[in-house]
């Protein structure tokens, strides 16, 4: 109101929820400015905590600087002291290297193997070095391996043998003990031809591979192909058993066929 005439110029009315907004939007503007401030302006730098996004940058600068002006001092102090050799009569004093030079030589850096690095970068070549086997032709063998000489192998089981290839007794494979469950694989692509079962070897798997070449699994406790499947090298087609009247414990008979004949699968595969 005018104090004068007591004229009414505006009027407002105060209550909990005109109080609450007018403060709400006071603390909202002020926490925009400060926002503002910190993120936009140079006060920031005042605030414990922060600093110059351009320091890091100066600083590198400084140091650029620094080291020129050394290197050149150095040189200058060099000049001098020749010439004052030169007007003494004295012989120039060589170049004295400069000390400190910040500038890296990568090509003056020779790399050396640790004992340690060397150690495992042979463990590890040496983990899957026996997966795969490579037999080489020769000429000198005779024709029914070198049928198969030069083909690559996948290790069908890892474990011991325990009773070679005999055919003066009609085992035409070997047996090969691993642990409980451990998955057999087929040593090259190729399709299964026989998967069934028999009474003497219990669950067998036979696969039809190129170049004339077949090879059977014999005693598995399950097979997980059927026949006409196609098979990748190292895929599981079964698991280790002790199927069959002809068995003594748990183990895979594995053979391994070309053209027809029986050969010993250890000329050929690593177990």
């Given amino acids: 109101m005018t104090d004068d005439t ?17 403060l709400g939007t006071l603390v909202i503007v002020l926490i925009f400015l400060t926002s503002f401030l910190i993120a936009f302006t140079p006060l920031r730098e005042y605030i414990p905590g922060y600093t110059s996004v351009g320091l890091t940058k100066r600083l590198y600068k400084l140091q650029l600087k620094t080291d020129s002006i050394e290197r050149d001092l150095v040189a200058k102090e060099q000049f001098i002291t020749n010439l004052r050799d030169v007007i003494n009569g004295k012989d120039l004093t060589e170049d004295k290297p400069v000390t400190g030079d910040t500038i890296k030589r990568y090509g003056n850096i020779k790399m050396k193997r640790s004992a340690e690095d060397s150690l495992l970068r042979l463990e ?33 089981l890892k474990g011991i043998i325990t009773n070679l290839f005999n055919p003066a007794q ?9 642990k409980q469950n451990e998955a057999v694989k087929v040593v090259l692509d190729g399709t299964v031809i026989l998967s069934n079962w028999t009474l003497e070897t219990g669950y067998v798997i036979a696969v039809q591979h190129s170049r004339n070449i077949v090879s059977l699994y014999k ?47 250890k000329e050929y595969i690593t177990f």
């Fill in 6 to 22: 007591l004229e009414e110029r505006f009027t407002f009315r105060l209550s909990r929820m005109n109080v609450f907004i007018a």
């Fill in 124 to 156: 590890v070549e040496n983990q899957n070095k026996y997966n795969l086997y490579k037999i080489e032709a020769n000429e000198n063998i005779s024709q029914k391996k070198s049928s198969i000489g030069g083909v690559l192998f996948f290790t069908p």
């Fill in 170 to 178: 009609k085992h035409y494979g070997v047996d090969i003990v691993a």
């Fill in 219 to 265: 005693h598995n406790s399950a097979i997980l192909k059927k026949a006409g499947d196609y098979v990748r090298a190292g895929e599981p087609i079964a698991i280790v058993g002790e199927t069959g009247e002809l068995v003594t414990g748990p183990h895979l008979h594995f053979e391994l066929w070309s053209d027809g004949n029986p050969v010993d699968p």
